[in-house]
């Protein structure tokens, strides 16, 4: 159980245009996905928290108007690259916390996606 | 920046010995989390460790945990080929909020 799977699984892009990765809990209901990204050995960054029915919340530094996400439902979380240029080549990942009990051991685990390699040209 | 740091960043062993990596971090956490990332793919969850346990165990894994000094260690035992992987340690500070990640070893296991 808890899987998440990511679409697609890698990109090749044009610089100057948009791209759309997607996230999904396959098995169970997230009401609170993150989006990653790492560049080559180095660790995860956390970009935003995706919360359904409302707004991301963007951590410092990373550009909301640029890093689009949509939570619309409680499997799906998409993140959308706009305007993509080579710098934003990396590695997304994203992740779906699992709900849980305060206590429980699933409390505040997530579950991690297999990301998704773009590269910009 | 509130990333922690793991040592060391890189570590090579041979089959069937012990791996060890140590995890330091730098704000007060409700629980710690050690993740293993094969090349170029998603995190697998290995073990979480609430910040008032001190070890836990799984299979061939040990964790443990010291708040006073903001540190954990992650004990791989009897280490196998298959082992080699990018592990991360990973902080939450409660409430199902998110996680920060700790720099990584990158372990290789040689036959």
């Known amino acids: 159980g808890a899987v998440v799977s990511q679409h697609p699984s890698w990109v090749i892009c044009k610089s100057g245009t948009s791209v759309k990765i997607e996230c999904r809990s396959l098995?169970?209901?997230?009401?609170?996905m993150f989006w990653y990204r790492q560049f080559p050995k180095q660790s995860l960054m956390l970009m935003a928290t995706?919360?359904?029915?409302?707004?991301?919340?963007?951590e410092q530094g990373v550009e909301k108007d640029k890093f689009l996400i949509n939570h619309a439902s409680l499997t799906l979380s998409t993140l959308t690259v706009t305007s993509a240029h080579p710098e934003d080549s990396s590695f997304y990942i994203c992740?779906?916390?699992?709900?849980?009990?305060?206590?429980?051991?699933?409390?505040?685990?997530?579950?991690f996606g297999p990301g998704t390699r773009l590269t910009v040209l | 920046s509130q990333q922690g740091e793991e040592d060391p960043q890189a570590l090579s062993i041979q089959e069937g010995e012990n791996a060890t990596m140590n995890c330091s971090y730098k704000?007060?956490?409700?629980?710690l989390q050690w993740y293993r990332q094969n090349s170029g793919r998603g995190l697998v969850h290995l073990i979480l460790?609430?910040?008032?346990?001190r070890e836990k165990h799984s299979g061939r894994l040990r964790v443990t945990l010291d708040t006073s000094k903001k540190s954990s260690s992650l004990l791989i035992t009897a280490s196998r080929a298959a082992d080699t992987a990018s592990y991360f340690c990973?902080?939450?500070?409660?409430?199902?909020?998110?996680?920060?990640f700790g720099t990584g070893t990158q372990l290789k296991v040689e036959l």
């Open positions: 460790i609430r910040s008032n346990e």
């Open positions: 992740s779906a916390r699992l709900p849980g009990l305060a206590g429980s051991r699933s409390y505040n685990e997530q579950f």
């Open positions: 990973a902080t939450g500070t409660g409430g199902g909020n998110k996680l920060t």
């Open positions: 704000t007060s956490i409700n629980n």
């Open positions: 098995d169970f209901q997230a009401t609170t």
């Open positions: 995706s919360n359904e029915g409302s707004k991301a919340t963007y």
